[in-house]
């Protein structure tokens, strides 16, 4: 089959985005969005949404299709993503997809690994450890049961380390140890093509883009969400610190302060996270996209 999943990955602030869109553009074709927090609507300028004017410009895919009052994982995520990307081979030979979110771009590529179920009161206890103290103790016992997640996990996800610890203790092994760590083989005739920059410019990117938020009215835009803020959509960066700013525990100028440096934090995990994969093709920021098309033309007439 002569079809080909075209997937950009990259850490953010990185120009995923309009990458996607210059490729879109050329293959006349369409984008599905692999980024766990554009999905909901409500959330715009502290995710780095699509513009209005980049989102008429390409058809884009699970953006905006839920409320972040809606229930959705990633299993959700897998299914609804393989439908549109199927549908859009029956009459394209190129389909994108892009994001930083790499637990759901491999879930789209290599599938779902299969967890054993845990002991429902190991889940229950950690639950009440989060509850009553916080991810704190949860990131420090993660550390030392399983050190590889830990590198790679969003530590700000208390989901996502609960559901490794409960592994890790329920069966005494590490939950790394149940992920599939062979090299895996996609469904799709996959490129994937990853943007990355030298550090100091990477955060220069992430600390400018977060300026433009704030002048953009992120400060506005987390005020209207303040009754949802306990939902775990909003548990995130950008809005889990404004959050703390209109509650008083800390000032404006602290807030944006945290939100640069746990985006920065977050970007060093999406990098250990996308360098795992030795299939992706990577690019510096400042790409020659007619670099970037001679190599995927080369692998569509292989």
């Not at 190991?122 to 830990?150: A, M, Q, S």
């Not at 092994?173 to 030298?198: A, H, M, R, V, W």
Request: net charge positive; proline share 2%.
């Amino acid at each position: 089959m002569n079809k080909f999943l075209i997937t950009i990955i990259g850490p953010t602030a990185i120009g995923k985005t309009s990458l996607a869109i210059k490729l879109a553009k050329h293959y006349k074709t369409e984008i599905i969005s692999a980024d766990s927090r554009q999905f909901y609507k409500e959330l715009n300028i502290g995710t780095a949404k699509p513009s209005n004017e980049e989102l008429s410009s390409v058809k884009h895919h699970l953006i905006n299709n839920i409320s972040v009052t809606d229930e959705y994982d990633i299993s959700q995520f897998q299914s609804d993503a393989t439908e549109k990307i199927n549908n859009l081979f029956k009459k394209k030979d190129f389909v994108i997809m892009v994001g930083g979110s790499g637990l759901y771009i491999n879930s789209v590529l290599y599938g779902i690994d299969e967890i054993p179920k845990v002991d429902i009161s190991v889940r229950e206890n950690l639950n009440e450890e989060f509850k009553n103290n916080g991810l704190k103790n949860l990131i420090l016992k993660l550390k030392e049961l399983d050190p590889i997640t830990y590198k790679k996990i969003d530590l700000n996800n208390h989901r996502r380390i609960i559901r490794a610890l409960e592994v890790s203790i329920s069966y005494n092994t590490p939950y790394s140890s149940f992920l599939n760590t062979s090299e895996k083989q996609s469904k799709y005739n996959e490129i994937i093509i990853g943007l990355d920059c030298d550090r100091p410019k990477l955060h220069s990117l992430i600390n400018s883009r977060v300026d433009v938020m704030i002048k953009k009215g992120l400060v506005n835009e987390v005020s209207e969400l303040f009754k949802h803020k306990k939902l775990n959509a909003l548990n995130t960066i950008g809005y889990k610190e404004i959050f703390e700013y209109l509650e008083k525990k800390i000032d404006l100028e602290e807030a944006i302060n945290k939100i640069k440096t746990n985006s920065r934090r977050y970007a060093k995990r999406q990098l250990t996270w996308f360098k795992s994969n030795k299939k992706v093709n990577w690019y510096s920021d400042n790409y020659d996209f007619e670099d970037i098309l001679k190599m995927i033309n080369s692998l569509h007439t292989i």
